[in-house]
């Protein structure tokens, strides 16, 4: 069975996490102007989907150093040779 190739892109990645981050932020507007009549497991929701958003980032984040790191230590080997 041949698996379908999957291509993404930096720039792909980067544009949805913004939107994610914009959507969420949206939630956040529309929970803070309804305070009171938010629940609490609307707001406990909206605190998960914010750490995940966040974890989102900081995978981002880890693969820009990573890539950086990569970078760097092929610069690193042409100079040796």
Not at 65 to 78: E, I, K, L, P, Y
């Amino acid at each position: 069975m041949k698996l379908p190739q999957l291509t993404l892109s930096f720039t792909t990645l980067i544009k949805n996490y913004a939107r994610l981050q914009s959507q969420l932020m949206s939630q956040v507007r529309i929970l803070a102007s309804q305070m009171s009549t938010a629940t609490p497991g609307s707001f406990i929701l909206l605190q998960f989907q914010m750490s995940q958003v966040t974890q989102l980032g900081e995978s981002i984040s880890n693969l820009i150093a990573q890539v950086n790191s990569v970078c760097n230590h092929a610069v690193g080997n042409q100079g040796k040779q």
